[in-house]
């Protein structure tokens, strides 16, 4: 089946569970987003692209901006990043904090909070201007000026404390060179980049195109960097269901609170599908089925 | 190229990483092996098989046999089993006890330590001799009759502290219903397993063929479970550097300190390669390479 | 006031309280305990005596023991014991594991479960016969043979899985020399030793009298030991509340969830309630407000 | 003997272990003070004072303040306090954030960092200008002003991330009330109080006076309040050596990293030692010792 008529079945497959699930509440901004929406694009490496629902609305990605945030630093740093960050999966949540203290406040990867937030350390002493290289970046993967909302921003300020607390406790370990606040403040406006399915199934092209974006076939980052990055979404992409998203999905995914996923099929296409509503795990619950459902028909999962 | 020649080829590239690295010396048994042994082989779905090296020499395949455990646990209970065993992967070997602590006796996977034991306490409440029904179910995989090395197996039992201590926490949260005794009595044995890397190979063609023993057609788990051991191989398989195990080689991948590892192509092949030397994760260090090796020669890699 | 009759009036004061709060219900000897029983008894290193309610009723002394167990080994080894075990208090429970992993497998005391199971393997290694000293050295104490009540005994085995992991765990450490089973043997049998409150009262004189049983003036331990014992009973004697026992009563105190609890009067007296039903922190409801009633009466607290 | 001599005597006594160990180096305020320095003063409920050494040489309290910043805690909100600090010894530093997180950010108690941050933050809540708050309830309680450090405060603020992150992590329990920096603003300046040893001494009288100060007869606190600081300080006063101080000493103690002790005899005096140089458990090492050889020979160790 080709993939515009395959979206088109896998949006009505999951219609019944669009809205099911809890929006996430912890900001205002983004507690009054509609659940009840959904979208779903994806890009071929060859160019060919589909989409279905509102593939073209703008959402909060949150968690799925330390894709580029990570890029951006590998392009700055290369291996030199993982003096200060691993690249292993983190066990719960639970134990993040005990784990930053075994292991002298070195995150166990870029895609825990902590993790993101040593990337945001790494930018800023690299960047002379952190937040604006990272939406440069986007803007260029996408091939459109992408901004920060920036009243969600404030609102994950305003919430940051778990967030402050690891940032500080990291410094404490002499593992942050910047002051905390500067650190954050990128951190948090990564989080509130704001991108449509299809402008976010368009910037990773690059991760199934051995780091060459297929649109203007610029080199964002060299073969083993964009592989690095997909099995690091495999292994530590969606907070504690990495395991699960790997046995019933079976591709590299990383998700949002927003509820975005992003998702690749290496060497072959970027997809990317959303809809607010999350499920326990905190990654979006018909989200989370759509991209099950198209990876069987399509007969892309890995395993 | 062909695999026999690739094989042959690989073995020339890693001749140099052999005996590299260290023995696993916690037990006499072990500790005794020669660490210069190499040995390779595959077995593609087709029947086609390939081999270099010791591939025929058995070994003690310790961790690897936490595949048969889980296999047969699940061809018992079916999906029963995950009421007592988690299906994500970890963080790292310090923090055992505090997640088992923090999730009241329950284990992240079926891979790490407490969570083969969960297994094992499932197979001696569904089996009427669970050590018999292991050595049957791996013989009849194989082919052939394979048997425990008693001697590896009370060398366990001597040096078996931790796992007992993990044991007992278990029961203490009521996660384990059979004595202690009983319980470490089969996994010690089934750690004890002595293959060689062609049975291994062969044993493990279930996993690339939907469920179905290639050999004999004979269907071992249903499609869903083969999946299943395939993604928590691939997340969970290679104790704390299962994500840098995902990006160099990015097969499911099963270790042992034996210096065994088992590692499947999906729908493909499953190969087992042999080198008791560890490196520093207690990986085989010159049978890491060598998958890396074929991998990206073969171009089997999942990313 | 005179001391039979502040123990008369406290007994009266407490009457309502008696039987309130709930029995210990982890193995059944305990379970079946009537709740409603009260004994209070003390003794002056002058030898006056004075006593209300059951005092004469023998008792489960459960974690008391400890004291006699730490006092044996003090006597058998001396300031060696400390290499095993430290002397601070240790935070709550739910830690217990992860500080005993953080700190090697040396208890913080020895008075949690970890630090009388590390004493008890000092014993076994010092001991000809350890069930059969300690019995021996609390009978002389008592000037009385006193027995191990073998069915409580039984129970505690039955019900040790958490003894048992923290046991195996020290081992895997190496910080128990001797089998786990036979450690937890003398542990379990320790804990099932009956007394009454008067011969608790009468066995630890010696801690109030530089360490000379006062009743036949022979030394059981010197000055410093009994000093060490009374300030560990203070600062880590009472679980998880030993802080606001320190402020309540302000005297040195030694807990058992037998519903016991020993305290003394450095100097000058030894007292021992005994009321089996236990609040919420797992010490005997009304022997807790005794003691804090006769040490505001008799003006006795340290604070 | 009386009181002058025998601190005389200790002095003599103590004085090659006198600028041995090391002076705290976290801040560099610290770091330059001379080691070498000794002070001791007691003040007796009846106004007898002695003292010997640098007994008026000003330095920084340290953690000797949470004595204060708790007292005007409990003048403010009573036993409401509690709800939002525990009273119980909390095991060692490294569990600090875990048991923070374990108990959902209510700290162990008032004297470990966590908890002092605590009072603090309710400090702020209740008072116009929590800094002016505790400089004038600590130049009243001495009897003549007494100010910041500033350089030390800004000092400490510059060194404070661990603190940060503790607070930050206690916020985002929804256990701190205010802004971190404010809190923190208030618990850096209270670290930096400068007193000598008599002004120490003599500011702590209401704590062996029933709550009331002996040198004007104000009521500071009631009995209870003033009993539960003693009982605090010799359970939890003496950061991961509270069992040993109360072994060695048996005085309620509380020290700071400046190199002072403050210690008292319940109902009858409060006594404060000085000498930078502290011993491995971060207490000075002189004047340890010196309250060791005090309370042995004056007899009022409570043990």
Request: glycine share 10%; hydrophobic share 40%.
């Amino acid at each position: 089946m080709e993939y515009q008529r395959l979206l088109e079945q896998v949006h009505r497959q999951v219609s019944e569970l669009i809205g099911q699930g809890e929006v996430a509440s912890y900001i205002p901004a983004l507690a009054r987003v509609d659940g009840s929406q959904f979208g779903f694009a994806l890009r071929c490496v060859d160019g060919q692209e589909a989409s279905v629902g509102s593939a073209d609305t703008a959402f909060s990605i949150q968690s799925m901006s330390k894709i580029f945030s990570l890029s951006l630093a590998l392009q700055l740093l290369g291996e030199d990043l993982w003096s200060r960050i691993g690249r292993e999966p983190s066990g719960d949540p639970f134990n993040s904090l005990v784990q930053l203290e075994h292991e002298h406040g070195r995150p166990r990867n870029p895609f825990i909070n902590a993790g993101a937030i040593a990337v945001a350390d790494r930018l800023v002493s690299h960047c002379v201007d952190a937040k604006q290289s990272i939406r440069e970046m986007v803007s260029d993967l996408v091939g459109e000026p992408i901004d920060y909302d920036l009243e969600v921003a404030a609102s994950e300020a305003a919430h940051g404390a778990r967030n402050a607390a690891t940032a500080h406790f990291m410094r404490s370990f002499g593992k942050l060179d910047n002051p905390v606040d500067v650190v954050l403040d990128v951190y948090f406006h990564q989080c509130a980049l704001s991108l449509s399915c299809r402008q976010m199934a368009s910037a990773c092209g690059f991760l199934v195109n051995g780091g060459v974006n297929p649109r203007n076939g610029v080199e964002v980052l060299n073969k083993r960097q964009a592989r690095r990055i997909n099995s690091l979404m495999l292994t530590c992409g969606t907070y504690d269901v990495a395991g699960e998203f790997a046995f019933i999905i079976g591709l590299p995914c990383k998700s949002g609170v927003g509820g975005g996923i992003l998702a690749t099929v290496p060497h072959r296409m970027s997809l990317c599908v959303w809809s607010p509503a999350l499920g326990p795990s905190g990654n979006s619950l018909a989200g989370t089925k759509a991209l099950e459902l198209f990876a069987a028909e399509a007969g892309v999962s890995v395993f």
